[in-house]
Each structure stands twice: as structure tokens, then as C-alpha cells.
């Protein structure tokens, strides 16, 4: 009977080691070092469809299943999805999102995941929030609340950004982000966030950012547009630029340090912090001469890499363009400054 006892007790013992064996080691997946992992794993990527007509009839839509694949062959690793939810709401107490949206935020994530394309989910309503943040929060929670819901079962390799370029008090985004990021846990208790800084993504305002400490499945979120007199020179909606012309940037050491100032400042934020960076715009409009946006996009790329961050390109229709729908091909001296032929 002892002997039996015995055997009962180490096998009773070894299951509870394996139970906590099992449970440390889902800890540890998602714990210190998973964010970093995820950030790796976005590499280089492009944001699509913002402005496609498809969210409104998608048998007028501009992007194709093809052209998922021949972002994957082109090498890029990651799409940033930029949804516009406000505009599918029913208009009614819970903010129900209409069907149709549903249908194309799924078909982008799955053509994404089937060519091996990371996916971030991207809230792209910085327009609205800015405009009236606090009058905007409960649609937006309750949209998120919804999308989560929908999404809780694709895998890791979607990632959910909360909102892209806050405009806002940095105390009114960490109240704002803080909310969402705890209804977004509810569902998804696994899935890496992104959480961006205020006023445009700027990098300067990483200060501000307030993040919930104990949870390292975070990725922090800038973008980068400077100097804006050149990448924004002609931009029809930028007020102080669109009638800039003639603006060059020729890569002089002055140029070159000006960008590394401020890489570097979020590159001591990121190390201080232990959290790691997503680049989640960068481009140079089209009326900037294109030796100078070939020299610029290359650039900020490559530093971007140097320092480990991931980077989704603004982007691949519409304006900054990276490929060219109407044509049907890329703009190749965009393409090769993004990612060099050598490294495809």
C-alpha cells in the first residue's frame, strides 16, 4: 500500500510540475521579450487600403488579392490596415458597426495572413478624436469593444494599434488609451498592442506616454515626417506646406544629424523603457523632387532598421504612393529606396 502511495503521490507531483511548467512558460512567451519578438517579426511593411473605395463597393475596389502577394515578394513583412470604423456605425446607443465592414477588414486580414504578412489593425479615426476626444471615447471603446470580439481568434500575428496620431492633451490620450487597452484585453489577453504617442506620433511627446507597467506585449507606436517643409511640400491638406515648392533634401551630414537627434532621443526612450518601436509612417509627397524623396525614404528606413524598429510606409496607394494602381506597377525608385535590391 505504501508503494502505492507513493506512486500516486510522484505522479500527482509531476503533473502539478508539468501543469506549472506549461503555465510559466505562457508567461514567459508573452512576457519580457514577446513584444520584441512581435516588432521583429513586423520588419518592413506598407499601410493599405485607407482610402480604397472597397470599404464603400467592393466591386470598385482598387487593391487585389495579387497585390498582397506581390507585397510579400517584394519583400516586405508586415501591412498596416487602416480601418475608419466611425463612418460604418448604425447610429445607434451601442455604436453597432454595420456588417460590411466586417467583411472587408476580414478579407485584407486573411489575404494578409495567407501570403505570410503580419497584420496591424489600425483605428484610423485621428480626424474625429481630435475634434471632440473626450465626446468621441465612447464610440470608440464601444467599436473596439466589437472589433476585438471579431478578431479574438486570428492569430498572434495581428496586432491591434488603438489609435493612430492622438491629437490631444497627453493626460486626456492616457486616460483614453488606458480604457481601450482594458477592453481590448478582455478578449484578447494575448494579442500585442500598439499604443501611440500624441500630436501626430510624435516622437518628442514619448515622454508623455503613460503605459500600464506589468504588461511588455506592448509595442510603442511614432511616425516620422521631418523635416514636414520637404515631405510635405504641395500637400494639398497641410495648411503651412501646400504651397512650398522646390524644397531638396541632399542628405548633407546637417540633414543626416537632425534625423539621428531625433532617432536617437526615442531610441534612449525605447531602451529606458524596455519597450520597442514601431515606425508607423514615414514618406515624402510627390511634388518633393524624387532624387530627393529616394534619398530621404532610404535613409530613414535604414536608420529605422539600425535600431531595430519596424516600419510601415505611408503608403501603397493614393498619395506617397508606393505602387501605382492605375499603372499596375510599383514606383521602383520608392520600392528599391524601402528595400534595397541586395537585401530582397
Known sequence: MKNIYNMKMNFFFSL???????????????????A?????????????????????????????????????????????????????????????????????????????????LMVIVDFHEHGAMQKDPLGTKPKLLAMWKQIANHCKDYSNDVLFEIANEPNMKPEV??????????ILRESNPKRTIIIGTINGNQIKF?????????????????????????????????????????????????????????FDMAQ?????HNRPLTL???????????????????YIARQAEARKWSWSYWQFDSDFILYDLDKDEWVLPIRDALIPITKK
Open 173 to 182: 490620450w492616457n486616460e483614453i488609451h488606458r480604457a481601450a487597452y482594458q
Open 36 to 116: 520584441f519578438q512581435q516588432n521583429e517579426k513586423l520588419g518592413r511593411g506598407v499601410n493599405i487600403i485607407g482610402y480604397d473605395p472597397l470599404w464603400k463597393d467592393p466591386s470598385k475596389a482598387r487593391m487585389k488579392e495579387k497585390h498582397f502577394k506581390l507585397i510579400k515578394d517584394a519583400g516586405f513583412d508586415n501591412v498596416r490596415i487602416v480601418i475608419g470604423p466611425f463612418k460604418f456605425s448604425m447610429n445607434d446607443s451601442l455604436y453597432t458597426i454595420k456588417p460590411e465592414f466586417f467583411t472587408t477588414l476580414d478579407w485584407a486580414i486573411k489575404e494578409s495572413l495567407k501570403n505570410k
Open 268 to 272: 534612449d526612450w525605447s531602451k529606458k
Open 280 to 298: 508607423g509612417e514615414f514618406g515624402a509627397y510627390e511634388k518633393a523632387d524624387l532624387p530627393s524623396r529616394i534619398r530621404w525614404t532610404n
Open 206 to 262: 514619448l515622454q508623455d506616454l503613460t503605459l500600464p507597467e506589468a504588461d511588455r506585449n506592448i509595442i510603442v507606436a511614432i511616425h516620422y515626417y521631418s523635416p514636414i517643409q520637404f515631405t510635405h511640400q504641395g500637400a494639398p491638406w497641410s495648411v503651412k506646406n501646400k504651397d512650398l515648392s522646390g524644397i531638396e533634401w541632399k542628405q548633407t551630414k546637417e540633414e543626416e544629424a537632425a534625423v539621428n537627434l531625433d
Open 16 to 34: 502539478v510540475c508539468i501543469v506549472v511548467s506549461v503555465d510559466l512558460s505562457a508567461q514567459d512567451k508573452f512576457g519580457e521579450g514577446y
